[in-house]
């Protein structure tokens, strides 16, 4: 499983789904992937490439699954979303679809392709639409698993696939079904991260242990629904809390746990990690980037030393 | 028993009763898009009370019912009056039409049986009929999809990307129908932005493209049965008048989207029914 990349992990699993099952039907915008494949081969009635067309995608989406079909939508991530967002807010979100979009490319994955291809806003324009299910994978065996647990949800889904290859954190008999996952616990400080930002928080927490400050991860991998019973219990546990997010900070998960800290009248400190409101046209790989906006380990670990006053 | 009405006389007297309730409805609410319900009666009024579409108001999600998708949504005081007509829902929901105890609002949404898709939003309802058709074919099902678009919803790109997509998967299942009443909201389309020649424009995206008489009985028909017939799928551009049959709100851009009140009132019923109210 980690020689698989999350998309091939997601469309492998998918296609043991789909095999089974005549009715799930993915709909491409001319986006592949070597898993897709075996897919377009095998199950050629239940995939449909429409093109460089997103509103027709999700249109046809929409027909699909309101004659019972279990319908997918697969683009590069800032795609997927975004240019069809308001045929998914009318359609899948208000109609309460079984439509589950799938975008490849979180955050700073298309690093070198510039902001076009960055996907750093999607959470905020997710999140904000009704009914909607967000899941950000952060390694290839959860995102197996979100091939089934999306299949299984009835709502309309939204699932987060980083393009590089991460180290594997989950095996693929791990439960998914909480959506957070208290990976470490630590006495000073929880860094709630999602995504690829999970690695980095897991080395910062490295960093800061060896310096003496006791640092929590939690992976919060269902943004939307939270799960608020466990997280609540994380905030009221957690003498602080920062969040990481290789995302804008306006509406992402960040934005996500504030709101609930206030509605739930919590008093934990937070400090919130991601992308200042700014694009970024700058090359030389995904840790430069990362780097530039403040997101790299020493930066990160440095801020929080001293925001704990250490 | 669906009704089967085969001649002209009673189709315009049922159209002059659909006229006429889906006026008295908007008058007693204060709102609803009057002139853009009156353009598409007899389009509606061909496929529900001839015998084209397939249905059960008894059991309005019937697996082998055909399919009507009103993309334009804001017709939908026109689609309520039919579907309480029909038997889909009670008919005292009208009185309740934009209230704040009744079934349905402004726009169109799907939880009403008979309504296929929520709209009220433009450029959705292709792409989902090519959707429901594609789905019928793929379930070697035989029903219909009908689809009616406004003219001024063919300005939406999104209409434009299925039409590329029913052309290309031959979508003859699916028959679309333009309400062309060459009006929007603030102005004429031809001085907008041209939308002519849309027949032209549709034929070079692959589909059988053909102009009619929107309010002719007998082009609807004619063309209608042609369409369910045809080899391609067909888009039929129904030229009508926005506002039709109350003759000073016909093909005025200030009448969109409002329901004549007072002196308004008055005057409309008188020159749609020739009575006082």
Known sequence: MEKISMRDAFFDELYKIAKKDKDVILISADMGAPSLDKYRADLKDQFINVGIAEQSMATLATGLALNGKKVYTYAIMTFVIARCWELIRCDFSLMKLPITSVGVGAGFSYDDSGPTHHSTDDITLSRVLPNMTIFNASDSAMAANLAELSYNNNNPCYVRLDRALQPLIYSEKDDYSTGINHLKKGKDITLIATGNMVHRAMEVAEKLSASGIETGVVDLFRIKPLNESVLKEILINSNKVATLEEHFLIGGLGSAVGEFILDSNLNTPLKRFGIKDKFYYAYGGRDNILSLCGLSIDTITKEITQWLGK | ?277
């Not at chain 2, 006389?9 to 159209?15: A, M």
């Not at chain 2, 659909?18 to 908007?26: A, G, I, S």
């Not at chain 2, 598409?40 to 108001?57: F, M, N, R």
């Not at chain 2, 009132?265 to 006082?276: F, P």
Request: glycine residues 10%; aromatic residues 8%; contains cysteine.
């Open chain 2, 1 to 277: 028993m669906n009704p089967s009405i085969n001649n002209i006389e009673e189709f315009q007297k049922k159209c002059q009763e659909l006229r006429e309730k889906v006026l008295q409805m908007c008058i007693k609410a204060g709102t609803g898009h009057v002139t853009s319900s009156f353009s598409c009666v007899e389009i509606l009024a061909a496929l529900y009370y001839t015998g084209i579409l397939k249905y059960d108001p008894a059991n309005p999600k019937w697996e082998d019912r055909d399919r009507f998708i009103l993309s334009k949504g804001q017709a939908s005081p026109l689609l309520y009056v039919l579907l309480a007509d029909l038997g889909f829902c009670p008919k005292d929901s009208l009185n309740k039409f934009c209230c704040s105890d009744g079934l349905f609002g402004v726009h169109l949404q799907n939880d009403v049986p008979g309504v296929e898709m929520t709209a009220g939003s433009l450029g959705h309802g292709l792409g989902v009929g090519a959707g429901i058709a594609l789905s019928s074919k793929m379930n070697n099902k035989s029903y219909k999809v009908f689809c009616v678009l406004g003219d001024g919803e063919c300005y939406e790109g999104s209409i434009w990307e299925s039409a590329m997509f029913v052309s290309h998967y031959n979508l003859t299942n699916l028959i679309t129908i333009v309400d062309r009443n060459a009006l929007c909201v603030t102005d004429y389309t031809e001085k907008i932005v041209h939308l002519d020649p849309l027949e032209e424009k549709f034929k070079s995206f692959g589909l059988n493209a053909i102009s009619i008489n929107g309010h002719s009985y007998d082009e609807l028909m004619d063309t209608l049965d042609k369409a369910m017939n045809s080899d391609k799928p067909t888009i039929i551009i129904a030229n009508t008048i926005k506002g039709k049959g109350i003759p000073f709100m016909e093909n005025k851009p200030l009448w969109h989207g409002l329901a004549p009140q007072g002196e308004d009132a008055e005057r409309a019923i008188k020159e749609l029914t020739g009575k006082g109210e």
